[in-house]
């Protein structure tokens, strides 16, 4: 099993900044993808961005330009730095890792972190 530790999530006034962390442990195997999800209260969970083992990344449209995802493969740590942030930002962010092998996928999840952007 793969264990995700999510850290950086809090309030934030609009505008503000927030980094978010998750590290990945465990039975990690190869890594695919790893990004970040978020799920606002009342609505469905949604993508907010991806990065491939070839560093190529997808944004959600609601956060290109303003949020930025890496990775830190040594650490196998993924990153979502979130710049002017909106009220419309505020959700709980999960970290998901999927792995591979002998062509299996598995996806794993963090617990989640709170991130509230409010005056």
């Known amino acids: 099993q793969v264990q995700l530790v999510e850290s950086g999530g809090g309030l934030v006034q609009p505008g503000g900044s927030l980094r978010l962390s998750c590290a990945a442990s465990?039975?990690?195997?190869?890594?695919?993808?790893m990004g970040w999800y978020r799920q606002a209260r009342g609505k469905q969970r949604e993508l907010v961005a991806t990065?491939?083992?070839?560093?190529?990344?997808n944004y959600a449209d609601s956060v290109k330009g303003r949020f930025s995802i890496s990775r830190d493969n040594a650490k196998n740590t993924v990153y979502l730095q979130m710049n002017s942030l909106k009220p419309e930002d505020t959700a709980v962010y999960y970290c998901?890792?999927?792995?591979?092998?002998?062509?299996?996928?598995?996806?794993?999840w963090g617990q989640g972190t709170q991130v509230t952007v409010s005056s």
């Open positions: 990065i491939t083992g070839d560093s190529s990344t």
């Open positions: 465990g039975s990690i195997f190869q890594i695919y993808l």
């Open positions: 998901n890792v999927v792995t591979t092998r002998r062509d299996l996928r598995y996806t794993n």
